[in-house]
């Protein structure tokens, strides 16, 4: 074959269709017309750079060709076949920016451009939807329409590094195709005449398992692969004599005579790379499952900033942004929206306070608020992201005369503005998700230790990473990917790439706002009157006890918890009255530019600010203030003389906050309102999500419901996918054994779907039961993929969420059998973990819960003890740091605390079985005939509203009879 390779193409492939290879737009339509999957595309041409299309529409997330919209992320293909300088863009939700892909220079085949937003005009372009693929390229190389040799490897999009072995050679593993692959392959060969050929696959999930086709390379051969060689010289060989000599053809070997192809054995560096010793399973035990839920890393304080609004250029805005509806609400959040409301307030806010004295308290409260709203705007010097919100609610209207001057109708002349921004992940919290995603990767995995990459790789590892909606736990699932797999680069394409978003099971408190209010009124009398019975002696079950962990002089802590607030806020007003004062002077504000797109991509502290004196991070000592004054204002009613406990979780957040990153301050009293704080918080953040444990449970239920039927449906899955597994390569053993394993496991599963089957006919729709999808099950070829092993397979699922998940979860495990139907069964958690737990009382930042399932192969299938479920936890930030009294000395120098490690919440040698665990769980869990359909994975959604600009011209008109609609309001309020 070799001596051939230059004169093959003109004996195995037509010429005719080649120049189809050199346009993708030909290529596409190509493979369209022949039935093969390809992304959603459109095609751009210019006839000369920068020409201006009339059908081409480009706003900040997303484009549109001839009415059709791709939203960000998308990804941009030269027309020309030839030039692989492909681009993707990403959404300003997830950090904005563009990925460049290229050919392999060294040992890079991306580079990330953060600022890069704008797509290219320079000539003619594909663009089409962006397909996830959890890391993963697959390439095919066809020798005639039966044969195809498939290999997977990194994909570029994710990081940009390629893995080399020791020969520097990229590292790839052989791999099955499912048989709508295969159809693909023979297809490609079909349509372009083509018997020696290669393509590239996207094996994506978006609602069902499929591969799409994304280009197709021509003459194109395997790099290193001795099998593949030996077959193609076996089917080129037929080829000819089929050709010229079909006589003899029938009495030729179909394999070679000097070459017997053998499966491939591992090499020894191979086998001890892959079977690593970390962590700690029985001889038995393979690991099958690994399950955890994850609180995101350290976050600035959550904040929130209302203020009603009559200015005219608001109302506009408003109108503007809702369609043009008096009643109707307006959510600003896209950079052409934020930066729309910053050109609005910076109007109508002046640089320097007023100081007349004739402004009454109302006016210089709404100018602060004004101000505020300016500031967080302003901070960063762009909008790229997920950070900040601004809702405009209409409360107050007018009736005017319609434009036909027909008739009536009403008019808003004033608003309710809600600001919220802060709770951005910190550069401390990117570190502490890495961290913990490398620990796991070496702790997690005790049969696999650092050879988790190559399980990955190798399409052994099924593993899916979910998100709340949440922007701080979204970049902490990507970092946390980014440890775990060994990832380089920036966290936006990793995010877009391998996390996956569902907000109604990781998001919220769906039902339970109504428990956690009447649990927290509750709170508010037992710390007020301070009536905690014996929570200071012994018992037995201390965590029974009703507001259990609340001091019992906790009514004076609350005062003294006021009157040291009072002082920090003092404290930071002066910082923030000389920091205006030097702005005023200068004309712009003396802070160094922060870049929040900059701040993702680096895990490191801000040293410069540190060392200018100003806060930690992007705050200014303007909102520095405003955090403080409202926690002051919230946590005391001066005019009702009531105390709001329900402050002191956030007054503890800010307190802690600040005491790692901004000690730099030195601000006095810090470190004893951190101790008042938080004693106070430890007994009320637990109590929130129930005062006892029964109420624990009800509303840990309500919250987690969901979360914990996927977990039922993973390890339900995992043991159905086991099972089916033995049954394939156990043929030879007694199938009546097998059998009753699989009935077993079907009674969970398959009788829930044949009843799902029934309601779906009539509804349309399908249920999200399964997520492992059987006909497109992706594995290795295990006679020549190298590895121990082939067809061992682990199932990872990832879960990131926040406090209240964190809590619902935990409180369910701890007390599920006091349920009335689970009466005189033990805890899930021994009584060691439960007095643990009670100790514990926070579950900081980075907090985790893990189920890993092992299978005991020893014995039979049907035996209860053949799946055993270990439960572990971790406290999450170890802030012994702070408690010792915030000494800058004993601060870490990267304000990130180290994550705890884990905690087993079962006695060694323990079993807690599958089914022990599925009884204990199932009446807390959403049963899984109950969850919605599945939705398509879509990346991050594009807020912005098609005819917003059609509207503008509407309103405009109406300007002139606003202005003096709202003056005449002005002038009857202010008399």
Same mark, same amino acid.
């Given at each position: ?286 690991? #099958? ?31 503007? /942004? ?123 995995? =005790? ?5 988790? @990459? ?83 002696? =012994? ?83 303007? @909102? ?5 004054? +409202? @926690? ?77 039927? +996927? ?36 009674? /969970? ?19 999200? @039961? ?11 070829? =295990? ?9 061992? #397979? ?13 809590? !619902? ?17 033990? !805890? ?37 003890? #053949? ?64 969850? =919605? ?43």
């Amino acid at each position: 074959m070799y001596c051939l390779h230059s004169k093959l193409p003109f004996l195995v492939n037509e010429l005719a269709p080649q120049y189809l290879l050199h346009d993708r737009s030909k290529v596409y339509q190509q493979l369209k017309l022949y039935g093969v999957p390809v992304p959603t595309y459109a095609v751009v041409r210019r006839e000369y750079p920068n020409q201006e299309l009339s059908y081409f529409v480009e706003e900040d997330d997303f484009i549109e060709i001839h009415g059709k919209r791709f939203c960000k992320p998308f990804v941009e293909k030269p027309i020309d076949g030839d030039d692989h300088n492909i681009m993707i863009y990403y959404p300003s939700l997830a950090g904005g920016g563009m990925k460049e892909l290229f050919r392999k220079v060294g040992n890079r085949s991306s580079e990330f451009y953060p600022y890069v937003r704008k797509v290219r005009r320079d000539g003619s372009y594909i663009y089409e939807e962006f397909m996830p693929t959890g890391g993963t390229d697959v390439k095919v190389y066809t020798v005639g329409p039966v044969y195809a040799h498939a290999e997977a490897r990194k994909s570029p999009v994710v990081d940009g590094v390629v893995m080399r072995n020791s020969d520097g050679k990229e590292v790839r593993y052989p791999v099955l195709l499912t048989p709508s692959e295969k159809q693909i392959a023979r297809s490609i060969c079909q349509a372009f005449r083509q018997a020696v050929c290669g393509f590239d696959l996207l094996r994506c999930d978006l609602g069902e398992a499929t591969s799409y086709v994304c280009d197709v390379n021509g003459w194109s051969f395997v790099k290193s692969s001795y099998k593949y060689y030996d077959d193609a010289a076996c089917i080129l060989r037929k080829i000819f004599l089929d050709e010229k000599a079909p006589h003899i053809a029938s009495t030729i070997p179909t394999s070679l005579p000097w070459k017997i192809s053998e499966p491939v054995q591992p090499s020894d560096a191979v086998r001890c790379h892959e079977r690593g010793t970390v962590g700690i399973s029985r001889p038995s035990e393979e690991l #099958r499952c690994v399950i955890a839920v994850i609180r995101h890393g350290d976050r600035t304080p959550k904040q929130k900033v209302k203020l009603k609004v009559t200015e005219e250029k608001l109302l506009n805005l408003m109108l503007k /942004y809702n369609g043009g509806k008096a009643h109707a609400e307006a959510k600003l959040k896209s950079a052409l929206q934020l930066q729309d409301l910053l050109d609005a307030t910076r109007i109508l806010v002046p640089r320097a306070r007023s100081g007349r004295e004739s402004d009454s308290d109302v006016e210089v409260e709404h100018a602060e608020k004004l101000r505020q709203v300016r500031a967080v705007l302003e901070e960063g010097g762009h909008f790229s992201g997920i950070y900040r919100k601004v809702q405009l609610k209409p409360s107050n209207w007018v009736r005017v005369p319609k434009d036909n001057r027909e008739g009536e109708e009403e008019y808003p002349v004033e608003a309710l503005m809600v600001l919220k921004y802060g709770g951005v992940l910190t550069h401390a919290g990117r570190k502490q998700a890495e961290e913990l995603g490398r620990y796991f990767r070496n702790n997690m995995y =005790p049969s696999e230790g650092p050879g988790l @990459l190559r399980l990955h790789s190798t399409y052994r590892h099924d593993l899916k990473i979910y998100s709340s909606d949440e922007g701080r736990v979204q970049m902490s699932a990507a970092a946390f990917a980014k440890g775990l797999l060994d990832l380089e680069g920036e966290l936006t394409p990793i995010l877009v790439s391998l996390v996956s978003k569902d907000s109604s099971m990781l998001d919220g408190f769906q039902d339970g706002t109504i428990d956690i209010n009447e649990a927290k009124a509750q709170l508010h009398d037992i710390i007020i009157s301070s009536e905690v019975a014996n929570c200071n002696e =012994p018992m037995e079950f201390p965590w029974m006890v009703d507001g259990a962990r609340v001091p019992k002089n906790a009514a004076q802590l609350l005062t003294d918890l006021a009157e040291l607030t009072k002082e920090i806020t003092a404290q930071v007003k002066m910082l923030s009255d000389d920091e205006d004062e030097k702005a005023a002077i200068g004309g712009d504000s003396p802070n160094p530019p922060y870049d929040i797109a900059t701040a993702l991509g680096n895990a490191e502290i801000d040293t410069d600010r540190i060392s200018a004196g100003l806060p930690c991070g992007s705050e200014s000592f303007l @909102l520095m203030f405003a955090r403080w004054k +409202k @926690l002051e204002r919230g946590l005391y009613n001066e005019r009702k003389k009531r105390f709001d406990t329900t402050q002191i979780p956030d007054i503890y957040d800010s307190c802690k906050y600040d005491l790692l990153h901004n000690s730099h301050l030195n601000l006095t009293g810090l470190s004893d309102l951190f101790k008042v704080s938080q004693l106070l918080a430890d007994g009320v953040i637990p109590n929130e999500y129930g005062i006892n444990p029964k109420q624990k449970l009800k509303i840990g239920s309500k919250i987690a419901r969901r979360l914990l039927g +996927k977990i039922l449906i993973d390890l339900h899955n995992t043991r159905r996918e086991v099972t089916a597994a033995a049954a394939e390569s156990n043929t030879h053993n007694d199938t009546t054994t097998v059998s009753s394993a699989k009935l077993k496991e079907r009674s /969970y599963y398959e009788e829930v779907r044949n009843e799902c089957v029934e309601r779906s006919s009539s509804n349309k729709k399908a249920i999200d @039961l399964d997520d492992s999808h059987e006909e497109t099950k992706y594995c290795l070829d =295990p006679k020549y993929a190298n590895v121990v092993d082939p067809e061992r #397979r682990v199932r990872t699922r990832l879960y990131f969420t926040s406090e209240s998940h964190m809590h !619902s979860l935990m409180n369910i495990l701890r007390y599920c059998n006091l349920d009335e139907s689970l009466n005189g069964e033990e !805890s899930l958690v021994c009584r060691s973990s439960l007095d643990l737990l009670f100790k514990t009382r926070e579950l900081d930042y980075m907090s985790y819960i893990v189920l890993r399932m092992f299978e005991n192969t020893e014995v039979p299938l049907e035996h209860p003890k #053949r799946f055993r479920i270990e439960m572990t936890f971790s406290r999450g930030a170890d802030i012994s740091s702070l408690e010792s009294g915030g000494k800058e000395s004993l601060l870490p120098d990267d304000h990130t605390m180290p994550i705890m490690e884990p905690e087993r919440l079962q006695e060694v040698g323990s079993y807690i079985t599958l089914d022990k665990f599925d009884k204990m769980a199932r009446p807390f869990a959403m049963p899984a005939e109950d969850f =919605p359909p599945a939705a398509p994975s879509q990346p991050l959604p594009v807020r912005f509203c098609k005819d917003i600009e059609l509207q503008a011209g509407k309103l405009q008109h109406k300007s002139d009879m606003l202005s003096g609609i709202l003056k005449r309001k002005t002038k009857k309020l202010q008399e």
